[in-house]
């Protein structure tokens, strides 16, 4: 009895405190209570993301005595297999969740089993109301209620919230004890993020990129629309897409945001950097001639323009209208390397820009100390051998339409709380100035004049002011360039204030023509005219001068269908030299200024060069000096008026068909 009253005493009074604790513990059975997500919105508060209850079973494995038996009742439910469930069933574990986002069917058919050991609760599950709309941008979130790609990822800790815990005493049975302790922490909710996405915009850049898509065979098309004054991401529309709420069943390749995530040549949408990077240095202005003729050999190779055209002299205005190759890696190699990757580098290119979205990459950019490089510089004046992002190109296209100012991009505009009170607010960040105000006035000049008058006219809109870029870039594959191409355009409106800049990409169309200014500018027209319309941009009205002249259009581009309805429409004839499908150039140039009745001369794709003669016109009439050389499937530029006085090449030259003749007239 001695020895029985001294052990009480001990466990009673010595380790009373410690035993009840832990008596306490094996009676309470505490149950994660998972905080609300917070919701994901677009700009103007549409719900793009949110957290909805949904049933999950979960077992408790030290009540089950009949593994197998249970296991074979609940497999025709669930989607696991008996032998996978029986681990389950079998596990060491307080509790092992079986399944999760459960339908209402299904739970109800598993509470009438009235399984000993298996519980039915509702776990929050993310749903996504607008389907695919932004899918790449908004990302998923796992069944464990965890953000996994795109924002649901990148703001994880934003909006998860913290979870709650409630815990009950419960017997071994774990039935509940009448009257036992309840222990309950409340979980707090996540908070909200507001997007800088519009809908409606994303919803107009989805509908025509899958229309571009679709008609253009193309592996994969984007479009990506930026506010050019604040870096705000407007848009970011991906085809082929997918929805969030089964994103199990498309790949995680196909999920990618490849606006941030992957890089490629730009080609000659890369060409208003080198523009600008020239302007600024003072090497070139708007009428500094070049001399472009089918191929440059510098660096111990050739630079060459698509389809081997040969655009003779012409000035710098005229090469970025026609998008000359040589031209532009003149320019490059006249700057030198250290020169121009400062420039490349103050544009945005060869670093990531800081954007609020995982898995953004530098880009490839040449570096500067590069012995025996000439050639690679060379060619990264036209955007050959330079890899960027598509977030890079139009943020670095956007600093050109606000003056100068690289913005850093975002996704995020402001974050709220669970009752909607303002935590985060997002402002706009300049990340570097690579040009002045007037430098970048200059680009924006050239760039509307690539629509206006050059190879790009299919972007321009009535009553907005477009300017922009084309790009028909190679696709390299295995160290050399194949038969793959991207085409793309960049520009932004209106030009003299603009409020939308915006990108269209489309990876290896598979049709005919499929050139930047065809596939990808008619698609960027679409896109720009009804956001403009949307944001209430008004229209400039367009003054039409009362003149016996009319100004020559643009029919660069079109097919010969399209471009003889346009010259009937203002009242002109034309002749036609080749067998192409597409006007590649015509004389007199867009704009300018011609009496009724002219014919203008359009010239299409000649196919592979051949050499011609070059036949003398001195002497002769404007008209017919230019007929004379069409017939000899050459192109003619026309300077001053009267007969014809000099020309360049001189006669008897030997040139490629289709290469330019300059022909100065005198009265």
Do not use: C
């Not at 409340?186 to 809908?199: C, F």
Request: overall charge neutral.
């Amino acid at each position: 009895m001695l020895l029985l009253v001294v052990r009480l005493a001990y466990l009673q009074i010595y380790r009373g405190e410690e035993l009840a604790l832990r008596a306490t513990a094996q009676r309470m059975r505490p149950q994660t209570i998972d905080a609300q997500r917070g919701r994901i919105l677009d700009r103007n508060y549409k719900t793009l993301a949110v957290s909805v209850g949904a049933d999950a079973v979960y077992a408790l494995p030290e009540s089950i005595r009949d593994v197998v038996g249970t296991a074979r009742q609940l497999a025709p439910y669930l989607s696991v297999s008996e032998e996978e469930l029986r681990k389950l069933l079998s596990s060491k574990s307080t509790s092992v969740w079986l399944a999760r986002g459960l339908t209402v069917e299904t739970a109800e058919a598993i509470r009438k089993l009235g399984l000993p050991g298996i519980r039915i609760v509702q776990r929050p599950q993310r749903y996504y109301p607008q389907g695919s709309l932004a899918a790449h941008v908004v990302g998923i979130a796992g069944t464990d209620n965890q953000g996994l790609e795109g924002i649901e990822y990148f703001y994880e800790e934003i909006l998860r919230g913290r979870p709650g815990q409630q815990a009950t005493e419960r017997d071994a049975a774990q039935r509940s004890i009448p009257g036992g302790e309840t222990q309950f922490v409340p979980p707090e909710p996540g908070h909200d993020v507001v997007l800088t996405i519009d809908t409606v915009i994303q919803y107009i850049a989805e509908t025509r990129i899958q229309q571009a898509v679709i008609s253009s065979k193309s592996e994969r098309g984007l479009v990506l629309a930026m506010n050019p004054k604040t870096g705000e991401i407007l848009a970011n529309a991906i085809y082929p897409t997918f929805d969030p709420n089964y994103y199990q069943e498309v790949s995680a390749e196909r999920r990618r945001n490849v606006a941030v995530t992957d890089q490629y040549e730009p080609g000659s949408t890369f060409k208003f950097v080198t523009a600008a990077a020239a302007l600024d240095l003072g090497i070139t202005d708007y009428n500094r001639t070049f001399e472009s003729g089918v191929a440059w050999e510098v660096g111990g190779g050739k630079v060459r323009n698509l389809n081997g055209q040969s655009f003779g002299s012409l000035t710098f205005r005229e090469a970025i209208e026609r998008s000359d190759n040589i031209t532009f890696a003149k320019l490059s190699v006249e700057m030198g390397p250290q020169s121009f990757h400062r420039y490349i580098q103050s544009f945005g290119f060869g670093r990531r820009l800081g954007v609020d979205f995982p898995g953004e990459i530098a880009g490839t950019v040449l570096s500067p100390n590069r012995t025996g490089a000439t050639l690679q510089w060379a060619n990264t004046g036209f955007g050959q051998g330079i890899a960027v992002t598509p977030l890079q190109l139009l943020s670095a296209m956007s600093a050109v339409a606000n003056g100068g100012s690289l913005m850093k991009p975002y996704f995020v505009k402001e974050i709220l709380d669970a009752h909607g009170k303002l935590v985060q607010k997002s402002q706009p960040e300049v990340l570097d100035t690579p040009v002045d105000t007037e430098t970048a006035r200059a680009v924006s000049e050239l760039l509307r004049s690539v629509v206006a008058n050059g190879n790009g006219n299919r972007a321009d809109i009535p009553g907005y002011h477009v300017a922009g870029k084309t790009g028909t870039a190679e696709v390299p594959e295995g160290g050399a360039y194949g038969n793959d191409i991207i085409a793309s355009f960049v520009g932004f409106a209106p030009v003299d204030d603009p409020a939308l800049a915006i990108l269209v990409v489309l990876y290896k169309p598979k049709v005919e023509s499929a050139y930047g200014g065809v596939l990808a500018a008619p698609v960027f027209k679409e896109i720009m005219e009804e956001s403009l319309e949307y944001l209430g941009i008004k229209r400039r009205e367009e003054v039409r001068r009362r003149s016996s002249l009319t100004s020559v259009p643009n029919v660069i581009n079109l097919s010969r269908q399209e471009a003889q309805a346009r010259l009937a429409q203002d009242g002109l004839f034309w002749t036609m030299e080749g067998e192409g499908t597409l006007v590649t150039d015509q004389t007199p140039r867009p704009g300018v200024q011609v009496p009724a009745q002219t014919t203008v001369h359009l010239y299409f794709d000649l196919g592979e060069p051949e050499d011609v003669e070059v036949p003398s016109v001195l002497g002769l009439s404007m008209f017919d000096a230019s007929a004379k050389l069409s017939a000899a499937g050459l192109r003619v530029r026309v300077v001053g008026s009267g007969v014809a006085a000099q020309q360049s090449p001189g006669a008897g030259a030997r040139v490629p068909k289709g290469s330019l003749v300059e022909v100065r007239f005198e009265l």
